[in-house]
């Protein structure tokens, strides 16, 4: 199986870009964050045209929202309600394969990294929490095989963010949001896809801001984009790649894609 996830900011807006990325890569199945739209106007036909005719959406209008486009059909899928605030952050489906995939749109959490002064910050916290105690009920069925990806909103590592000092108070790289984040992780002992192949001393980005007058110049990224494996799923883990060169297209998101292969 290939996979993607993608932060596309406006799936509507981006259709094209989308189009041209599923027939250059020709992943399996596509997860999306940020679509920006309703289940009733998402634009279906597209995916259809293209081979993509599972769907599994979870949307709102002008905000958020998640969905998974895929060539290869579910057993079930539904969203769980990680979130305080009623958005559409997560939806979940279980492939005919065996494979459960969970896409995340994780709150970005505001500008002021102070959950008393920034409702934002408290809300992002508490959605972290959830996830950590949602997998930590489920611990013991972590050798099956079991996926979870999408804008995690976090740049975990000293190497996930452009400079590791000047982002210690900066939103996303917070040692609060970094340690729930690690927590996270552990109540499933989930394997992060991209530093199983590129070293924890090596800087790689998967978010660079609009406001860069030249963003691959100064190259001042974060990865907040993860694709996590359970213990059951590690060993299938064949590839994974972080595709830089979609920042440049014109009108692009300012996520780019993580691609993951795995052998099931």
Request: glycine share 6%.
């Amino acid at each position: 199986m290939k996979i993607a996830s993608w932060n596309v900011n406006s799936v509507r807006h981006r259709i094209a870009l989308v189009s041209r990325f599923l027939r250059d890569q020709q992943p399996d199945v596509l997860a999306l964050q940020e679509t920006k739209v309703v289940n009733e106007l998402f634009p279906t036909a597209a995916f259809n045209n293209l081979g993509y005719v599972h769907h599994a959406i979870h949307g709102q209008k002008a905000y958020h929202g998640v969905a998974i486009l895929s060539r290869l059909p579910f057993k079930k899928s539904g969203s769980q309600d990680f979130c305080r605030e009623g958005h559409a952050r997560h939806i979940g489906v279980t492939f005919e394969n065996g494979v459960e995939l969970h896409d995340f749109y994780v709150p970005a959490g505001g500008d002021i990294p102070d959950p008393h002064k920034n409702e934002k910050f408290a809300h992002k916290l508490d959605f972290l929490g959830g996830m950590e105690k949602f997998f930590a009920k489920r611990a013991k069925a972590k050798n099956d095989p079991v996926m979870i990806l999408g804008d995690f909103n976090v740049a975990p590592l000293e190497n996930d963010v452009w400079s590791h000092k000047q982002l210690l108070d900066v939103v996303s790289h917070t040692p609060v949001e970094t340690r729930l984040l690690g927590e996270v992780q552990a109540a499933f002992d989930w394997t992060d896809a991209t530093r199983q192949f590129i070293p924890a001393n090596e800087k790689i980005y998967s978010w660079w801001s609009y406001r860069a007058a030249d963003w691959e110049a100064s190259d001042r990224g974060r990865r907040l984009d993860h694709v996590w494996l359970s213990p059951g799923l590690k060993g299938a883990l064949k590839s994974q790649t972080i595709l830089k060169k979609m920042r440049g297209w014109q009108k692009a998101s300012d996520h780019v894609p993580v691609i993951v292969e795995i052998d099931v």
